[in-house]
């Protein structure tokens, strides 16, 4: 079965430090990869997306994320945490031929402090 | 473009009544997708819909319905509301061909409570 895994419900990371929020896969066929971000009370906001090609992907906000197909992982970073990139992180996986359909991970808490 | 509309954006419901939540877009988007959101649980998804017409089961479909008379609109419909269905509930749309790598858009959501 198709599913995505965030080991980490919260990670904690002072301002100005580098930042990473773990996601791990398990998708038969090539998979295509998307990380959401959701401030308080809003909508899901894409962040970028893995397709094809270079496994280090570059997204809005200074975002970025390495695809690692041997260790099925898509691990979400940034060189230099921001207080206002304190959110819920959401990685997703498509599945391959139903309906464009993503499954979602359960989330992880990013809290950045000053 | 106004994106993915959800109306209304709270409701508090009493077990047994029903409702109809709105959904429309203005991206002429093919697909169009609900979602419940619980804490701790993530996104699942209820139904989707590939286009005008079609529509899918979802990976929790029971106590929903949709349907699709348009590209625009989506809405989803609760019957006999339970307390289980207490949520957060995302509309979302996708331009997809093909090979589906397309993201998807997501609108503000719509809290329900159901007492």
């Known amino acids: 079965a198709q599913s995505v895994a965030q080991p980490e419900d919260q990670v904690n990371v002072a301002e100005g430090n580098p930042l990473t929020v773990k996601c791990t896969y398990s998708?038969?066929?090539?998979?295509?990869l998307f990380w959401y971000v959701q401030y308080p009370n809003r909508g899901l906001q894409f962040l970028l997306k893995?397709?094809?090609?270079?496994?280090l992907v570059k997204g809005s906000y200074g975002f970025e994320a390495e695809f690692n197909k041997s260790q099925t992982s898509f691990h979400l970073k940034k060189p230099s945490a921001l207080v206002s990139d304190s959110a819920l992180y959401f990685c997703?996986?498509?599945?391959?031929?139903?309906?464009?359909?993503?499954?979602f991970g359960q989330g992880t808490e990013l809290s950045v402090k000053p | 473009n106004a994106g993915v509309t959800q109306t209304p954006k709270f409701r508090i419901l009493k077990i047994g009544q029903s409702m109809t939540l709105q959904c429309t877009q203005d991206?002429?988007?093919?697909?169009m997708y609900w979602y419940r959101q619980d804490p701790g649980m993530g996104l699942k998804l209820i139904y989707y819909?590939?286009?005008?017409?079609?529509?899918d089961k979802g990976e929790v479909p029971n106590g929903y319905n949709v349907s699709r008379s348009t590209t625009e609109d989506f809405p989803l419909r609760l019957e006999l509301a339970a307390p289980s269905q207490t949520s957060v509930y995302f509309c979302?749309?996708?331009?997809?061909?093909?090979?589906?790598?397309?993201?998807?858009?997501f609108g503000e959501g719509s809290r329900l409570t159901v007492l």
């Open positions: 998708v038969s066929g090539n998979p295509y």
């Open positions: 893995y397709i094809t090609g270079d496994n």
């Open positions: 997703a996986v498509r599945v391959p031929n139903q309906g464009g359909k993503l499954i």
């Open positions: 979302a749309s996708s331009f997809l061909t093909g090979r589906n790598t397309g993201e998807l858009f």
């Open positions: 819909s590939v286009g005008a017409g079609i529509t």
């Open positions: 991206m002429n988007h093919n697909y």
